[in-house]
């Protein structure tokens, strides 16, 4: 079973993206853009205040009627943050995703921000860790066929 913290090392692009709640939701755009991307974290003095999605965005500016370079990212970011520790499992992960309908999760080791995982993340690993049972039990059954 995976834990978080095995995830974050396989991550080709570690470093977590944040932006300020002053910056303008056409800012943090930019940012997902460049770095395709779909969430950056809000953070101010070093503390994390909320949390900016694709998903923000098209509910809170484009269907609003707002405009991107106009709106402050701390008008349209969810506040309420979850997040999860480097010991929990992926499919731990995987369930509060389920439940709460998320695609992102920051890791906090103790009060320390040391990554994001996304729903994609999470895929991948899965999938690597079935090809790797499937390549076990074809070893095995092919090792005792006579």
Same mark, same amino acid.
């Given at each position: 079973?995976?834990?978080v913290?095995e995830?974050?090392?396989a991550k080709?692009h570690a470093?977590v993206q944040?932006i300020a709640p002053?910056?303008?939701?056409?800012?943090a755009?930019?940012? +997902?853009?460049?770095r395709?991307i779909?969430? %950056?974290l809000v953070v101010?003095?070093?503390?994390?205040? $909320? @949390?900016l999605?694709?998903?923000d965005y098209?509910?809170?500016?484009?269907?609003l009627?707002?405009?991107?370079?106009d709106?402050?990212?701390r008008e349209?970011?969810?506040?309420?943050?979850?997040?999860?520790?480097?010991?929990?499992t992926s499919?731990?992960?995987?369930q509060i +995703?389920?439940d709460?309908?998320l695609?992102? %999760?920051p890791?906090?080791?103790?009060?320390q921000?040391? $990554? @994001?995982i996304?729903?994609?993340?999470l895929?991948a690993d899965?999938i690597s860790?079935q090809?790797?049972?499937?390549?076990?039990?074809?070893?095995?059954i092919?090792?005792n066929?006579?």
């Amino acid at each position: 079973m995976t834990v978080v913290a095995e995830i974050l090392k396989a991550k080709a692009h570690a470093a977590v993206q944040t932006i300020a709640p002053d910056a303008s939701v056409l800012d943090a755009l930019r940012i +997902m853009a460049e770095r395709q991307i779909g969430a %950056l974290l809000v953070v101010q003095d070093g503390r994390i205040e $909320g @949390i900016l999605t694709e998903r923000d965005y098209a509910r809170k500016i484009a269907l609003l009627g707002r405009t991107s370079a106009d709106t402050p990212v701390r008008e349209v970011m969810t506040r309420s943050v979850m997040f999860v520790h480097p010991h929990q499992t992926s499919e731990q992960c995987m369930q509060i +995703m389920t439940d709460k309908r998320l695609r992102h %999760l920051p890791v906090l080791d103790g009060e320390q921000l040391i $990554g @994001i995982i996304s729903i994609g993340d999470l895929v991948a690993d899965i999938i690597s860790e079935q090809k790797f049972i499937i390549e076990q039990m074809t070893h095995y059954i092919g090792g005792n066929v006579r």
